[in-house]
């Protein structure tokens, strides 16, 4: 019986369309799995989602404090070495060691490194990510050419700090609008990123220099944008409109110097624009009329994240309740709240609900993080305990509820647990106040490197 289990075990690992559903699933690494046998390793490099990136300027694995970054030749030993589908993903870090790599040294190796991949690769990168973290690099770079690619679904592009005016143009050959233009067909996922850069002129000036033109794209699903202040996508994102981008169902914009009212104000004229978004993301959000009036731009939004961070003390939408009460009329399904409230008390957030009305009626899944934590004082106030469990009623009817950042003293957390499994409340308190951009770049961080095992060049 054993052998006749074993017999089929090996059959089965020996099925070219049962090893891809087990490889493509399974945790094991893709460099193990290459090295079994070639069938294996074939499959490994063709499974329909790149199991591992090449990363392009990394430390040596056999002598990690080496920065091969910059130098050309094993890189371009490596590309005629290595089999090409590795070249499915490919991720470019720039140089991790610009103190002792020269300016000339650097630019030379950039310019060589994307020339290869323009050269041989490019017919065969699905996935490309590229992060700009030379500052005297950026200026000068061209974009690869992609124009023999037909299969490119997923791309990052990634600022490290830097002032606008150092941003190049777009336009010309080997400009970003080019490249664009080259994979628009195919992509599914643009990301265009920077942790941080100083705007050096007005946003319009900037906007008119850069020069950034997106072309349609029949099958963009995910764009996210944190540097519309830079790569603007038109004064009410008409760019990317449904019209345009007629897959577009996820969509994450972000200003970094500025909150996106402006923009905001502008959109929620016009009717249907975003027709096609059902998950939307937005960070700095002053004005709560900016968002009680997405339902004319975004009427089949579902999911909708607000990230609020620095509000200052004029701020209108800083608590829970407000929020609660702008995000009504939306028909959300699923609202998440990171908010950086200033002193936040638990008997005010318990206020925030019981103000707001009803709650979200539509409403199945509410995740709300408190990133410089809430205080418990609900032993302080009058009816502080009888409040709390109205308003944990409130909650009764949905299907999840998350709440981060409550710092519950254990008196109260006793009556609070027992409440909510006596009343069946689906709620999860994370008593743990971790800071939240932590956890946020750890999803973003899961997303971009989603392949997160790399292979190294040396
Ligand atoms: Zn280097």
């Known amino acids: 019986m054993e052998e006749l289990q074993n017999c089929a075990m090996r059959q089965a690992l020996q099925n070219p369309a049962i090893l891809q559903e087990i490889l493509q699933i399974t945790d094991v690494s893709g460099k193990t799995s290459r090295l079994v046998s070639h069938l294996w390793n074939e499959i490994t490099l063709s499974l329909?989602?790149?199991?591992?990136?090449?990363?392009?300027?990394?430390?040596?694995?056999?002598?990690?404090?080496?920065?091969v970054c910059c130098y050309a030749t094993p890189f371009q030993l490596l590309?005629?070495?290595?089999?090409?589908?590795?070249?499915?993903?490919?991720?470019?870090?720039?140089?991790?060691?610009?103190?002792?790599?020269?300016?000339?040294?650097?630019?030379?190796?950039?310019?060589?490194?994307?020339?290869?991949?323009?050269?041989?690769?490019?017919?065969?990168?699905?996935?490309?990510?590229?992060?700009f973290t030379d500052r005297d690099l950026i200026p000068t770079v061209k974009y690869p050419d992609l124009s023999r690619n037909g299969a490119i679904t997923w791309m990052l592009l990634e600022f490290g700090y830097m002032k606008s005016n150092k941003i190049p143009s777009c336009t010309g050959s080997h400009g970003l609008?080019?490249?664009?233009?080259?994979?628009?067909?195919?992509?599914?996922?643009?990301?265009?990123?920077?942790?941080?850069?100083?705007?050096?002129?007005?946003?319009?000036?900037?906007?008119?220099?850069?020069?950034?033109?997106?072309?349609?794209?029949k099958n963009l699903e995910e764009f996210r944008n944190n540097m519309l202040d830079c790569f603007s996508c038109g004064d009410h994102l008409q760019d990317i409109c449904t019209a345009r981008m007629p897959a577009l169902e996820i969509l994450h914009i972000t200003k970094r110097d500025n909150t996106v009212d402006d923009l905001l104000r502008n959109i929620i004229t016009k009717q249907d624009l975003f027709s096609g978004v059902k998950n939307l993301r937005l960070e700095n959000v002053r004005n709560p009329e900016s968002i009680t009036g997405l339902k004319t731009a975004f009427p089949n939004l579902e999911t909708l994240s607000i990230y609020q961070f620095n509000a200052d003390e004029s701020s209108l939408l800083m608590e829970v309740g407000p929020h609660l009460q702008v995000c009504a009329p939306l028909g959300l399904k699923y609202l998440n709240l990171y908010l950086s409230n200033r002193h936040e008390k638990l008997s005010e957030f318990v206020q925030g609900f019981?103000?707001?009305?009803?709650?979200?009626?539509?409403?199945?899944?509410?995740?709300?993080?408190?990133f410089s934590?809430?205080?418990?004082?609900?032993?302080l106030v009058v009816d502080g305990e009888a409040q709390m469990k109205q308003c944990l009623l409130e909650l009764k009817g949905l299907e999840n509820v998350m709440i981060t950042g409550i710092e519950f003293k254990e008196e109260t957390w006793k009556w609070v647990?027992?409440?909510?499994?006596?009343?069946?409340?689906?709620?999860?308190?994370?008593?743990?106040?971790?800071p939240s951009m932590a956890k946020d770049q750890f999803i973003l961080h899961a997303k971009k490197y989603r392949n997160a095992e790399i292979i190294s060049v040396v």
Request: overall charge negative; hydrophobic content about 35%; some cysteine.
């Open 354 to 370: 019981l103000i707001c009305g009803e709650l979200l009626p539509s409403l199945k899944t509410l995740e709300i993080e408190s």
């Open 48 to 67: 329909p989602d790149p199991k591992l990136t090449l990363l392009l300027s990394e430390k040596s694995e056999s002598s990690p404090e080496e920065k």
């Open 177 to 217: 609008n080019q490249m664009l233009d080259q994979v628009k067909d195919h992509l599914e996922y643009f990301e265009m990123e920077s942790n941080m850069y100083e705007l050096e002129d007005s946003p319009s000036d900037v906007d008119a220099r850069i020069g950034f033109q997106f072309p349609q794209m």
């Open 373 to 379: 934590g809430v205080s418990d004082d609900l032993d």
């Open 417 to 434: 647990e027992s409440f909510i499994y006596e009343n069946k409340i689906p709620i999860v308190f994370d008593k743990t106040c971790y």
């Open 79 to 131: 590309c005629i070495n290595m089999p090409p589908k590795l070249a499915r993903s490919i991720r470019e870090n720039g140089c991790q060691s610009i103190n002792k790599h020269s300016r000339t040294q650097r630019i030379r190796a950039a310019e060589s490194k994307l020339l290869h991949i323009s050269g041989q690769f490019a017919q065969l990168v699905e996935e490309f990510a590229m992060t």
